[in-house]
């Protein structure tokens, strides 16, 4: 097991701690706005169950972000690959993950990858479901089966939050339609997009997340095949050129495996065939990702080579 003990992985997030003054919360939602900027956990679930944590592993944050591969994990079980990537691409932007810009600048328009809020935006709108309810209800239970954990629910205030300042997003969502990329209301997409960003767990549930995907699909409790090893893959290569957005190539470079941020400060991050891992500190850099989460990754994979390159 890396990192010896909690011991030593304590120590490791004490240090990283120290950049949380550096960042600033996210307070476009404004919920999100209230999180502790000084915090800072991480658990490592091995794929033969053993679990290392480290800071306040109990609290709890929304993926926002991290969910992206999640819901493009279900709607690939859904459709299969070519129906889906008939409607987003396969490339990184090197732009923010909210920027809108490309979507008019490439012909055919279509979001440039799953994981910008555009692409997300088309991805969640394919979830299979005859109600809105319906599909985010398939989301959640998808992901309960990955954290084997039935209590991980949507947190109705921060998914609110959002949906009521969601107009960036609701651009995209009318620019996508007038494209052609989406069909139907809008309102009921942002409804199940804002719900999905707002699924809540803490780093160990995260972490776990992150085993099944190292595993490439298999279920590290269960031994279930829950996400066929194709599409694991798959999540796990668009983790590496888009998991991070426009630091994706930073992030390949110093830490070196497969990653997804979200902007309430939450890092999923795989090391293949070895370990989840889930880090959670809301202090944000300015590209979006969690400052000290990025930093403690960086001295994990350094210590353990963890780098897949
Ligand atoms: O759509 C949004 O803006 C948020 N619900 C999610 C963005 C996000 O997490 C970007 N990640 N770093």
Redo the contacts with the bound molecule.
């Keep these: 097991m890396i990192c010896q003990n909690d011991n030593h992985l304590t120590q490791l997030v004490n240090k990283a701690k120290t950049l949380t003054k550096n960042g600033k919360v ?1 307070d ?2 404004p919920a999100l706005a209230e999180a502790n900027k000084a915090d800072l956990s991480i658990a490592i679930y091995s794929v033969e169950g053993a679990c290392l944590k480290a800071g306040e592993v109990q609290t709890t944050f ?7 591969v999640l819901s493009l994990a279900l709607v690939l079980m859904d459709h299969g690959q070519e129906y889906v990537f008939n409607r987003v691409g396969m490339e990184p932007t090197g732009d923010p ?2 920027s809108i810009a490309k979507l008019e600048t490439i012909k055919p328009s279509k979001p440039l990858n799953p994981m910008i ?1 555009a692409g ?2 088309a991805v969640t709108n394919m979830i299979k479901g005859k109600t809105k309810d319906e599909k985010i209800e398939r989301l959640l239970a998808f992901i309960q089966t990955l954290t084997n954990n039935s209590s991980v629910s949507v947190c109705e205030r921060v998914a609110r939050s ?1 949906f009521n300042h ?1 107009w ?2 609701r651009s995209m969502c009318y620019f996508l339609k007038e494209h052609g990329i989406i069909e139907g209301d809008v309102e009921a997409l942002m409804e199940v ?2 719900k ?3 699924i809540e767990m803490n780093c160990y549930d995260l972490a776990k997340i992150g085993a099944v995907l190292a595993l490439n699909g298999v279920h590290p409790d269960t031994k279930e095949q829950v996400i066929p090893e194709r599409i694991a893959r798959l999540c796990k290569t668009f983790m590496v050129t888009c998991g ?2 426009n630091a994706s190539g930073e992030f390949a470079i110093k830490v070196g495996i497969p990653a ?5 400060g ?1 890092i999923l991050a795989i090391v293949p065939n070895k370990y989840g891992i889930g880090v959670y500190g809301p202090a ?1 850099d300015e ?3 969690s400052i000290a989460g990025c930093k403690l990754l960086e001295m994990i994979s350094e210590e353990h080579s963890l780098s897949i390159f």
Excluded: D, P, W
């Design positions: 996210a476009y939602i929304t993926l926002q972000s991290i969910s992206k993950f909210n809020n997300a935006l959002e969601a960036l997003n997009y804002t999905q960003c707002a991070m957005y997804k941020s979200g902007v309430a939450g944000l590209r979006g990702n």
